[in-house]
């Protein structure tokens, strides 16, 4: 009886942990279980953001599709999105808050929270009164590029 316990017991266990790695993911030493998509989905958004934060707007545009990186002009979605010149705007820190495939997995969207400061505003300190905050979601969808799939940022749609 105790046996049969603690078998159930290890299955139940083993079931749990598949379904925690399926969704989120874990690392057991070098080895990545699960989670692999959603992971470098959040990298790739959150390398986005730190191009943001240090305006590489040529590198920002790579996550787009290649046939159209050269038309999209990151500073106008910045200025549409924040409502403020780029050259205004400090990227303090940012999070990636989730990400969510839809039942097909070749669309992805990516909830990100940033915090920012007006710099033109007078009243720019080191204080958080002077922060704001903004949560966006950035969508992602399958392309095929070389015969291969990968992922592509929907650029206009996220910023």
Same mark, same amino acid.
């Given at each position: 009886?105790?046996?049969?316990?603690?078998?159930?017991?290890?299955?139940?266990?083993?079931?749990?942990?598949?379904?925690? $790695?399926?969704?989120?993911?874990?690392?057991?030493?070098?080895?990545?279980?699960?989670?692999?998509?959603?992971? %470098?989905?959040?990298?790739?958004?959150?390398?986005?953001?730190?191009?943001?934060? +240090?305006?590489?707007?040529?590198? $920002?545009?790579?996550?787009?599709?290649?046939?159209?990186?050269? !038309?999209? #002009?990151?500073?106008?979605?910045?200025?549409?999105?924040?409502?403020?010149?780029?050259?205004?705007?400090?990227?303090?820190?940012?999070?990636? !808050? #989730?990400?969510? +495939? #839809?039942?097909?997995?070749?669309?992805?969207?990516?909830?990100?929270?940033?915090?920012?400061?007006?710099?033109? #505003?007078?009243?720019?300190?080191?204080?958080?009164?002077?922060?704001?905050?903004?949560?966006?979601?950035?969508? %992602?969808?399958?392309?095929?590029?070389?015969?291969?799939?990968?992922?592509?940022?929907?650029? $206009?749609?996220?910023?």
């Amino acid at each position: 009886m105790k046996t049969k316990l603690i078998i159930f017991g290890v299955v139940i266990a083993l079931a749990g942990l598949s379904a925690f $790695a399926y969704e989120y993911g874990i690392s057991v030493g070098n080895v990545d279980i699960g989670g692999s998509e959603k992971r %470098w989905l959040a990298e790739r958004t959150y390398d986005f953001l730190e191009d943001l934060q +240090f305006k590489d707007f040529a590198r $920002a545009s790579t996550y787009h599709l290649k046939t159209t990186q050269e !038309q999209r #002009d990151i500073p106008e979605l910045i200025k549409r999105v924040f409502v403020m010149k780029h050259e205004n705007l400090d990227i303090i820190r940012f999070e990636i !808050q #989730d990400v969510d +495939f #839809d039942r097909s997995g070749s669309r992805a969207r990516i909830r990100t929270k940033i915090w920012y400061r007006f710099l033109s #505003d007078g009243r720019v300190t080191k204080s958080k009164d002077s922060q704001r905050d903004l949560e966006l979601m950035f969508y %992602w969808f399958r392309s095929e590029a070389k015969g291969e799939l990968s992922w592509t940022m929907e650029l $206009a749609s996220s910023l």
